[in-house]
C-alpha cells in the first residue's frame, strides 16, 4: 500500500500510515503545531511500557544507555509523540520532587476509552472524563512517575468570546 503525504498550511497531517488518524478530526487547529513534550521518569523502560498499555503508546524509537537505561526515546500516543528519558543530571521525576508543575494535554479519539485503560494499568483518574466549556471532554491522570496528563476528546469549536462566557457562568 503506497502511502501518502497530506499537508495543510499548518504542515502534516496524515502521512497514510495504517491506524494513524487524520489530526484535523482530533487536534483543534491551534493546537496542531505545539510543543513537544519530554518527560522525565525514575524507569524510562517501565514508564514506556506503562504509556503502552494505559496510554495505548506506540513507541517509535530508543536510545539506551550501556547499562540499559533510557538516554532518549520517543512514544506516539494518538498522533501526539512525547518524548522519555531517565531522570539524571538537572531532572528529577515529578514523584520525587512531590508533585508535578507541569501537565501534558493529548487529544484523542475517545477519552472515555482511554481513561478506563489508563485507569486498569494503574493510572491515578483525577478527573474523569467530563464535558467542558471550551468544547473538549476531558480526563486527568496521573502516571505512577507522578506526571500530569489532560487527554482531550475536542467536541467542538466555540468563538472565544463564547468560551468567556461559557467559563463566566460556569463559575457564578
Given at each position: ?14 502521512d ?39 496510554f495505548?503508546?506506540r ?114
Amino acid at each position: 500500500m503506497a502511502r501518502t503525504r497530506t499537508t495543510t498550511t499548518n504542515g502534516p497531517v496524515n502521512d497514510g500510515a495504517p491506524g494513524r488518524v487524520d489530526a484535523r478530526q482530533v487536534v483543534p487547529a491551534r493546537y496542531r503545531n505545539a510543543a513537544v513534550p519530554h518527560v522525565m521518569v525514575a524507569e524510562g523502560a517501565a514508564a514506556i511500557d506503562f504509556y503502552t498499555r494505559a496510554f495505548g503508546a506506540r513507541e517509535e524509537f530508543r536510545i539506551e544507555t550501556p547499562e540499559g537505561g533510557i538516554l532518549h526515546a520517543e512514544v506516539r500516543i494518538a498522533e501526539s509523540v512525547v518524548m522519555v528519558g531517565d531522570a539524571t543530571g538537572p531532572f528529577a521525576a515529578p514523584a520525587a520532587l512531590g508533585g508535578a508543575s507541569v501537565a501534558v494535554h493529548v487529544w484523542v479519539p475517545d477519552v472515555d476509552a482511554l481513561t478506563e485503560r489508563a485507569a486498569a494499568a494503574g493510572a491515578e483518574v483525577l478527573q474523569e472524563p467530563a464535558d467542558q466549556f471550551h468544547g473538549d471532554r476531558t480526563a486527568i491522570l496521573r502516571d505512577p512517575d507522578g506526571h500530569v496528563w489532560i487527554f482531550l476528546t475536542h467536541l467542538r469549536d466555540f468563538a472565544e468570546h463564547e468560551v468567556s462566557r461559557r467559563i463566566i457562568n460556569a463559575l457564578t
